[in-house]
């Protein structure tokens, strides 16, 4: 059986091609489960009821199943989403004034082993399916439909490397961005990587505009290897350049994002130093405050320390933000509820 939630408009006109369809009837689907949200191929009343049979055969119509739902008192919700092997992964949706925006996961687990963070506690066990991120936002909308919201924003920026499942998050991508199913717009969608450097150019080959993300957190090779594994096999003389390819290939600015850890990362000398090396990328940057995760030693960085290393890179003539941050009263850091339960 087919999950018809991970296909894409152009895979599913294909598929009614095959079935020797027209090629409308993709339309005429999408219609169905995204916009009038029926999961019952029997009340597709413009489908011929030989077809529904064959849909009723060959697709099914499956979200992940609520696990955990944690709501904090800023209304930021976070779940625990259950895939149907039983794997566990978490979502979370963040109340800005500007929108509803979902963070979602792209693998169960991850490799990367950034030293810093939680979800990297638990290995890698598979690439998430398209159907299960497309799934992430299907649950968060029903949770919204009482009061008549939806997920306005995505950032894939939950547990995994989505540049580490590269084709099902684009296909992901697809999907929310259609105009026929979350109509959610390129401009309200990031994707986040720790920078794999032939992934960040295919990514600008893809004719997307959807915006990108670099976890650099660290301005120098010796400390970006202390902190990012990754580093090692992808250092800043193979990252940098392949940004500087991507905001030709795409004309899009990039923002880079830089956890401020005390006493690691966040002096006057790192700020000089990341203004060196990224000023040949006219980028953003985006001072993240450090979630604490009780498993390793790293500490936030004092406000003032925060201040100063943002007020350096502004006078430097870098467009610099600090993430407002949500949900504290909950299991907030990334990978730490999902952590937390699987250890139980
Ligand atoms: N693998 C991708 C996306 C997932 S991580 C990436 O590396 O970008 C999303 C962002 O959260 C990254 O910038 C990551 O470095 C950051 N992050 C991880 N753990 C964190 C923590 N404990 N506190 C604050 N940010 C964290």
New binding site residues.
């Given amino acids: 059986m087919i999950n018809l939630y991970g296909l894409t408009l152009k895979k599913l006109e294909e598929f009614m091609l095959s079935y020797n369809q027209n090629k409308f009837r993709a339309k005429q689907l999408f219609s169905w489960i995204y916009e009038k949200k029926v999961t019952d191929f029997d009340l597709m009343s413009d489908i011929s009821k030989s077809f529904r049979e064959i849909l009723k055969r060959d697709f099914c119509l499956e979200k992940p199943k609520l696990y955990i739902k944690q709501v904090a008192s800023d209304q930021t919700i976070k779940l625990l989403l259950e895939m149907k092997d039983g794997e566990k992964v978490e979502t979370v949706l963040m109340r800005y004034n500007y929108g509803n925006v979902a963070?979602v996961s792209?693998q169960v687990g991850?490799n990367?082993g950034?030293s810093?963070?939680?979800?990297g506690l638990l290995k890698k066990q598979r690439n998430l399916e398209v159907s299960e991120m497309v799934g992430e936002i299907l649950v968060l909308n029903d949770l919204l439909e009482e009061t008549s919201q939806r997920v306005t924003h995505v950032?894939?920026?939950?547990?995994?490397?989505?540049?580490?499942n590269y084709n099902n998050v684009i296909e992901f991508i697809r999907i929310i961005n259609d105009q026929k199913a979350f109509a959610i717009g390129a401009r309200h969608i990031t994707?986040?990587?720790?920078?794999i450097p032939d992934k960040i150019i295919q990514y600008g080959q893809e004719g997307l505009q959807v915006n990108l993300?670099?976890?650099l957190?660290a301005p120098n090779n010796e400390l970006r290897n202390r902190l990012?594994k990754?580093n090692k096999a992808y250092p800043l003389e193979l990252l940098i350049p392949a940004v500087k390819k991507y905001i030709e290939l795409a004309n899009r600015r990039v923002t880079y994002?830089y956890?401020m850890l005390k006493g690691v990362n966040d002096s006057l000398e790192h700020a000089k130093e990341l203004v060196e090396l990224i000023k040949p990328t006219y980028a953003y940057v985006n001072l993240?405050?450090?979630?604490?995760?009780n498993e390793n030693g790293?500490k936030r960085a004092d406000n003032d320390q925060v201040k100063a290393f943002m007020d350096y890179l502004m006078k430097q003539g870098v467009t610099t933000t600090i993430?407002k941050e949500f949900g504290s009263d909950i299991d907030a850091?990334?990978?730490?509820l999902r952590a937390k339960h699987q250890w139980r």
């Fill in positions: 963070c792209s991850c990367m950034c810093f963070c939680a979800s950032v894939v920026m939950g547990t995994g490397e989505p540049f580490d994707v986040s990587t720790c920078g993300a670099i976890s957190h990012m990754v994002e956890i993240i405050p450090y979630n604490q995760v790293y993430r850091a990334c990978g730490q």
